[in-house]
C-alpha cells in the first residue's frame, strides 16, 4: 500500500502565500505522475496542477502564475507553492499519486488538508 501525507494548510488573507507538502510512503516501486486537486463546498473535485516524473507541468487556468508544483523524486514528495491566493482559493486540497508496487500501478490519494482564504 501508499501512503500520502499532506501538511502545510491554513487559514490566511488575500494576498498571502501557503506551501503544500505532500510525502507519499510504502513499498512504492516508482511513482509516475503527483499532483494537487481540490475540492471546495458543493462543487466537484478538480486538477489545481500536476507534475509527471519527467517533462511539463500543468496548471489549471484558474492558478497558472500564482501556483507552482514541484518535486524531490529522492523524498517522493510533492509541493504546492499558492501565492497571491483568493479567497475564491479557498478547498480542502488533496494530493494524488500514481505509484508503482511490483508492476501495478495504481491511483492513490491523500486526506486532504483545509485551504481558507480571508477577503
Known amino acids: 500500500q501508499v501512503q500520502l501525507v499532506e501538511s502545510g494548510g491554513g487559514l490566511v488573507q488575500a494576498g498571502g502565500s501557503l506551501r503544500l507538502s505532500c510525502a507519499a510512503s510504502?513499498?512504492?516501486?516508482?511513482?509516475?505522475?503527483m499532483g494537487w486537486y481540490r475540492q471546495a463546498p458543493g462543487k466537484q473535485r478538480e486538477l489545481v496542477a500536476a507534475i509527471p516524473s519527467g517533462g511539463s507541468t500543468n496548471y489549471a487556468d484558474s492558478v497558472k502564475g500564482r501556483f507552482t508544483i514541484s518535486r524531490d523524486n529522492a523524498k517522493n514528495t510533492v509541493y504546492l507553492q499558492m501565492n497571491s491566493l483568493k479567497p475564491e482559493d479557498t478547498a480542502v486540497y488533496y494530493c494524488?499519486?500514481?505509484?508503482?508496487?511490483?508492476?501495478?500501478?495504481?491511483?492513490?490519494w491523500g486526506q486532504g488538508t483545509q485551504v481558507t482564504v480571508s477577503s
Open positions: 510504502g513499498s512504492i516501486s516508482s511513482i509516475n505522475a
Open positions: 494524488h499519486a500514481k505509484a508503482v508496487i511490483g508492476i501495478v500501478q495504481s491511483g492513490y
